[in-house]
T-cell receptor, first 115, second 114 residues
C-alpha cells in the first residue's frame, strides 16, 4: 500500500520569504503522480502543483516549485515570496498512474505566514 | 463552468442513525470520489463511482455505501453511525479520459455524530 508522510505538522514563514514543506512517500510502483494540495479555512482542496514520476524536471507553478527525488521518494514544496494568502493546510498526495485515480494523502502541514 | 458542490454544509446526527450526503460533480465530469477527513488528518479514500458503478474502494466497512446517478451526481450513505464517523466528507469529481484525470474537490460536508 502507498503511504505518504509529512513530518512537519506546522511551519511558519515571514511574508516575502521562502519556505519548504517536506514530503516522503512509499510505493513499489514506477509510474505515478505526486501532488501538493492547499486547504484554506474554507475547507476546499485546491491543487497547487503536480509532478509526473516519469519526468525528471521539477514542476513549477509561479511561486511554487517542487524538488522531486524519485530514488529517495522525496517530494518537497518550495513557496517563494510567501504571501498572507498562502496560509493554509498543505497536503502532499500520491496517485497511481494505473487503476482508479484515488489519492493517498499525508497528514498535512499547517503553514502560517507572519506579516 | 459550475464547480463541485456538496450538501448539506453541516450535519449533526446521533449514534446509530443513518445519513445521506450529496455531491454534484463539475460540469463534464463522469467520475466521483468520496473522502473522509477526520480532524487533524489528511483525507482518506472511501470509494469512487464511474458510470454509476463502484470503481474502487478504500478500507471502509459496508455501512458506507454510495450511488452515482445518470447526471453523474452522487450520494454517500452511512448507516449505523458511530462517533468516529464524525469528520469532514469531501467529494471530488474528475473526467476519466482527461490527460491527468485530475480531481476537483467540493467544499465538504461537516458531519458530527453525538
Amino acid at each position: 500500500a502507498q503511504t505518504v508522510t509529512q513530518s512537519q505538522p506546522e511551519m511558519s514563514v515571514q511574508e516575502a520569504e521562502t519556505v519548504t514543506l517536506s514530503c516522503t512517500y512509499d510505493t513499489s510502483e514506477s509510474d505515478y503522480y505526486l501532488f501538493w494540495y492547499k486547504q484554506p479555512p474554507s475547507r476546499q482542496m485546491i491543487l497547487v502543483i503536480r509532478q509526473e514520476a516519469y519526468k525528471q524536471q521539477n514542476a513549477t507553478e509561479n511561486r511554487f516549485s517542487v524538488n522531486f527525488q524519485k530514488a529517495a521518494k522525496s517530494f518537497s514544496l518550495k513557496i517563494s515570496d510567501s504571501q498572507l494568502g498562502d496560509a493554509a493546510m498543505y497536503f502532499c498526495a500520491y496517485r497511481s498512474a494505473r487503476g482508479a485515480n484515488n489519492l493517498f494523502f499525508g497528514t498535512g502541514t499547517r503553514l502560517t505566514v507572519i506579516p | 463552468e459550475t464547480g463541485v458542490t456538496q450538501s448539506p454544509t453541516h450535519l449533526i446526527k446521533t449514534r446509530g442513525q443513518q445519513v445521506t450526503l450529496r455531491c454534484s460533480s463539475q460540469s463534464g465530469h463522469n467520475t466521483v470520489s468520496w473522502y473522509q477527513q477526520a480532524l487533524g488528518q489528511g483525507p482518506q479514500f472511501i470509494f469512487q463511482y464511474y458510470r454509476e458503478e463502484e470503481n474502487g474502494r478504500g478500507n471502509f466497512p459496508p455501512r458506507f455505501s454510495g450511488l452515482q446517478f445518470p447526471n453523474y451526481s452522487s450520494e454517500l450513505n452511512v448507516n449505523a453511525l458511530e462517533l468516529d464517523d464524525s469528520a469532514l466528507y469531501l467529494c471530488a469529481s474528475s473526467f476519466r479520459g482527461a490527460l491527468y484525470n485530475e480531481q476537483f474537490f467540493g467544499p465538504g460536508t461537516r458531519l458530527t455524530v453525538l
